[in-house]
């Protein structure tokens, strides 16, 4: 049994969360099952449009300056040693929402030329399930896959796969070759500039709500500590440093570097 909390803030986001857990592992350790439940409370600052601030007719974002949001996750777990080299996991999720889930800052525009502010339905859920798969192909070389699929009830549907061969270098350190495609449907109250109508219940124009599909690739060096540390600091653990290339098809282009440190 294991449990947690977390808090974080921004200028215009404040959160609280907390998660509870167990574990179960088989006699003979080569079968793990777990559960995961978590919850998360926040509170996050309206800002809208400055055009259309103080707009009587938006009764969802007036009269409060901050709304509250609550997310609730249900997250299952099953790992197998299949043999030496191969193992698997099953992985399943329930995830429900409820508050101000519109991006109140986004703009719409309408047929008519008209605008307003994205709005959204005030609850969402949400089911994934996926299954990771790692193989050694040698005792210096792993292959990571991982397949994804999701639904939600807005309309999208999603595939997700990706791979990383990992070659270790030395005892303390690898370089990997990620790769991730991922695709998705369209959600139901997507559509591009003027093309809704205003008599619409809900609507956006979010691209992240549209029908797309995305490739990154990238390359990634691992190093964990020896007995003298990492650059002969001994309070660092490992040492992680990854560069991704990503694409999307609607021209969305982007370079991302990330430095992961691990104390102990």
Partial sequence: MN????????????????NIGYTKISKDNNREFSVKGMAFFDT??????????????????????????????????????INKNFQIALLADVGYQEGLLATKFNRVYFDDLSVNSEKLPSTRFKIPVGLRANYFVTDRIVMRTFYRYYYDNWGINSHTFSFEPSIKLTAFSSVSLPYRFYAQSEAKY????????????????????????SNMIGLGYHLTDSDKGIFNIKRIHSLELRYGYYTRNNGLNSHIITLALQFK
Avoid: M
């Fill in 3 to 18: 449990a947690g909390v977390s808090f974080s803030a921004e200028y215009d986001y404040t959160s609280i969360g907390g």
């Fill in 44 to 81: 996050w600052k309206v800002i809208l449009p400055i055009e259309l601030r103080n707009n009587p007719s938006d009764n969802e974002a007036n009269h409060l300056d901050t709304k509250p949001r609550t997310s609730y996750n249900l997250g299952f777990t099953l790992s197998q040693v």
């Fill in 190 to 213: 997507f559509k591009p500039i003027y093309q809704h109508q205003e008599n619409t219940e809900y609507y956006t124009s979010d691209y992240d709500l549209s029908k797309f599909s």
